[in-house]
C-alpha cells in the first residue's frame, strides 16, 4: 500500500511466524535485505519503500486494531523496531476496513473513525477513513498531497496521543535547547523534540546549507551526510539510545530523525519545477543516513510542535510568522524539496510555577493511501 509519499508491504499478524528470530528472518528475505537493491525480494531499493506494517487485532480495549511499523535496512540485516512512519499509518485505516478487520460502518456512513494501537510507541492514533457507499475505503477525491502525483480522498490523521511517545517528554532533555560535542570536538547548537518519533532541529547554516538545497545537491555536497549523521550519533548519547556515538548508525539507525531549518525563502520542488513559496519555514529531514525527499508525518509532528515552544530553534526561524507567536490554534506549513506539508497543531503551555511540560492537544494531518495491490509472495524454504 502507498501511504502519503511512502509505501509498505502490509501483512497480516497471523500470516507470520510466532518465534520472532524465525519472522525477522522471513520478513528480510522477503524485502530482498541486505541488498541496497533488494532485487531478489519485494523491497523498493529506497528508504522510503522499504517499509512495513503488520496489521493484527487490538491490543488495548480503546482501540480497533493493532500495527507495528518496521524499518528495512537495506545495507544490513536488520528491522529497526524502536519508531512509527506516520505516512504509512495513513494506510492502516484503509486497510483494516476492507480486510474487515473493523466492524462495518452503520449504513449511509460516509467517514469511518479507526482507532490504531501503534505498537512500537504504545500511542492511539485516530484516522477518519472517507468510505464509498458499500462501506470500503474510498480511493477517488479532490486532495492532493506534495510528492505524489494526482489526488485522492482526504484522511484525517490525529497523532495528539504521539507527544514523548519513545523518550517520555515532549521536551526530552527537559530544554528547549541543547549544546551537542560531535565526534570532531566541535559544538553545535540543537532542539530535540519528542512528538510523533524524537527529532533534533539545528539551523541549515550550521552544517553550511542555505536551507532550500534539493537532494541532487544535498548527495553532492562533500562529507555533508556524515556530518550531519555525527549530530545525530551525538544526540543519540544525550537521548540515552546508545552509551557511544560510534554505534548509532548500527543500534538505532532510524530515530531519531534530524532536520535543518531555516528561514522561509523561494525554492524549487525537484519533483514538479515549480517554486514553493508562502511557507511558514523550510527544512530539510535526514533519516537513514539519507536526506527524506519528502517530509515524514511523524517528523511534521514534531516539526510543527516545535514551531509552537517557545525558545526552539525552529520557534526562532519562524519568528516573522505571527500566526506562530501563539501555542494555541491553527496550521503549521513546512517547506520540504517536493513541495509542503502542513499540520494543524495546538499545544497547551504549563502555567507559572508549574512542574509540569508542554502538553500536545492537537496534531492533525491529512493524507492520501490506496492498495496497490494484494497476491501471495514467495519466500524460498530453509531461509
Request: proline content about 6%; aromatic content about 4%.
Amino acid at each position: 500500500m502507498r501511504g502519503g509519499t511512502s509505501k509498505a508491504l502490509f501483512i497480516h499478524d497471523v500470516d507470520l511466524p510466532a518465534d520472532q528470530v524465525e519472522r525477522e528472518r522471513m520478513l528480510l528475505r522477503l524485502f530482498g535485505s541486505p541488498d541496497v537493491r533488494q532485487i531478489d525480494g519485494l523491497g523498493g531499493a529506497d528508504p522510503l519503500t522499504s517499509k512495513l506494517a503488520i496489521i493484527g487485532k487490538p491490543t488495548r480495549p480503546d482501540t480497533d486494531v493493532a500495527y507495528t511499523f518496521g524499518q528495512i535496512s537495506t545495507v544490513e540485516a536488520f528491522i529497526d523496531w524502536a519508531g512509527n512512519c506516520g505516512n504509512i499509518s495513513s494506510a492502516v485505516g484503509p486497510f483494516a476496513i476492507d480486510d474487515g478487520l473493523v466492524p462495518k460502518a452503520e449504513a449511509n456512513s460516509t467517514f469511518r473513525e479507526v482507532r490504531i494501537h501503534q505498537t512500537n510507541t504504545d500511542a492511539v492514533l485516530i484516522a477518519r477513513v472517507p468510505l464509498t457507499p458499500d462501506g470500503k475505503a474510498r480511493i477517488a477525491g479532490d486532495c492532493a498531497i506534495s510528492g505524489v502525483p494526482g489526488s485522492g480522498a482526504a484522511i484525517e490523521l490525529d497523532f495528539c496521543d504521539t507527544a514523548g511517545a519513545v523518550t517520555g517528554q515532549l521536551l526530552p532533555t527537559g530544554s528547549a535547547r541543547d549544546v551537542l560535542t560531535i565526534s570532531s570536538g566541535e559544538q553545535v547548537e540543537v532542539s530535540i523534540v519528542d512528538a510523533g518519533t524524537p527529532t533534533v532541529f539545528l539551523h541549515a547554516s550550521d552544517v553550511g546549507l542555505s536551507g532550500r538545497e534539493l537532494p541532487s545537491e544535498v548527495e553532492a555536497t562533500a562529507g555533508l551526510l556524515k556530518r550531519v549523521e555525527a549530530i545525530r550519533a551525538a544526540a543519540c548519547v544525550r537521548l540515552g539510545l546508545v552509551e557511544h556515538a560510534a554505534d548509532a548508525a548500527k543500534v538505532t539507525p532510524y530515530l531519531p530523525f534530524i532536520a535543518t531549518v531555516a528561514p522561509t525563502q523561494p525554492y524549487t520542488d525537484f519533483t514538479t519545477g515549480e517554486t514553493v513559496s508562502g511557507v511558514d519555514f523550510i527544512s530539510r529531514l535526514f533519516f537513514m543516513q539519507r536526506l527524506h525527499k519528502a517530509y515524514p508525518v511523524t517528523g511534521t509532528v514534531a516539526t510543527g510542535a516545535a514551531a509552537r515552544l517557545p525558545g526552539t530553534i525552529v520557534h526562532e526561524v519562524c519568528h516573522d510568522q505571527p500566526a506562530l507567536e501563539s501555542v494555541n490554534g491553527g496550521e503549521v506549513s513546512i517547506g520540504h524539496p517536493s513541495g509542503q506539508i502542513t499540520i494543524d497543531i495546538v499545544l497547551s503551555l504549563p502555567a507559572d510555577g508549574s512542574t509540569s511540560g508542554p502538553t500536545l492537544e492537537r496534531a492533525v494531518l491529512v493524507r492520501t493511501a490506496r492498495r496497490l495491490m494484494d497476491g501471495t509472495a514467495y519466500v524460498p524454504g530453509g531461509m
